[in-house]
């Protein structure tokens, strides 16, 4: 049986009419790794997560998977629905899996803790502030336990003592043994990954310092 891994070999993508974003990209992801996407705005890391997931072809390279069956992600914005209350936002893709109700509340629940919302548990979305929905988002994609996590931009919205739990909680991911993926800006999250991607100006094709 392979062993579960992603494997980039000349990952290159340019939108119709765009510079190319990025080049010759090789790297592989393993469990147990927490990987960043990093570098400046604009030079393609949301893009990179939508092709790991799926979404999106590239104009060139291959990808490679191997043992992965789900697949998370967590937007760079949250998304929910204002009225319905934050763990009917995490119980509900296990509903739909056919989870029973009360394993569903359980699980979601125990999850949810993880990310310090106990307290936020019965109220609606529209009430939760910018960090609370963030990681619920996270709190949401995890429920569903994927072998492969992509996560966008996870502490931009964070104070620096909930962006240090939320990270330690996504290094407890990997070690568990979930290959995590991160895009960020933010030095701290940087340092919590294992593995860094560097998206710099130098992979950012037709883009040279000026
Ligand atoms: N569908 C699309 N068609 C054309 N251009 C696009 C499309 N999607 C993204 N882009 C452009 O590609 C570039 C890279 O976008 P992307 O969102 O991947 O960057 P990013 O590194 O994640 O940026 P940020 O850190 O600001 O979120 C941007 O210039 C964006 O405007």
Not at 43 to 56: E, F, H, N, Y
Request: proline fraction near 6%; glycine fraction near 10%.
């Amino acid at each position: 049986m392979t062993a579960t891994h992603v494997r980039a070999t000349g990952l290159t993508h340019r939108f119709p009419g765009t510079a190319t974003l990025f080049a010759d990209l090789d790297f592989e992801l393993l469990p147990g790794r927490i990987t960043g996407v990093c570098g400046p705005s604009g030079c393609g890391k949301s893009t990179l997560l939508a092709i790991l997931a799926g979404w999106l072809e590239p104009v060139g390279g291959a990808l490679e998977m191997s043992g992965i069956h789900r697949t998370g992600w967590v937007f760079q914005n949250p998304y929910g629905v204002p009225a319905r209350t934050a763990l009917d936002h995490v119980t509900l893709p296990l509903l739909a899996r056919g989870w029973e109700r009360s394993a569903a509340d359980a699980h979601a629940t125990a999850v949810m803790a993880d990310f310090h919302l106990d307290q936020a548990a019965e109220r609606p979305f529209r009430e939760l502030s910018g960090g609370e929905s963030q990681r619920l988002m996270l709190a949401r994609a995890l429920c569903s336990a994927p072998d492969l996590l992509l996560v966008d931009e996870p502490t931009a919205q964070l104070d620096l003592s909930t962006a240090a739990t939320v990270n330690a909680t996504l290094g407890n991911i990997a070690r568990d043994g979930t290959i995590v993926v991160i895009a960020t800006h933010d030095p701290h999250t940087r340092e919590a990954c294992t593995e860094v991607i560097d998206m710099d100006r130098t992979a950012c094709g037709g883009t040279a310092p000026r």
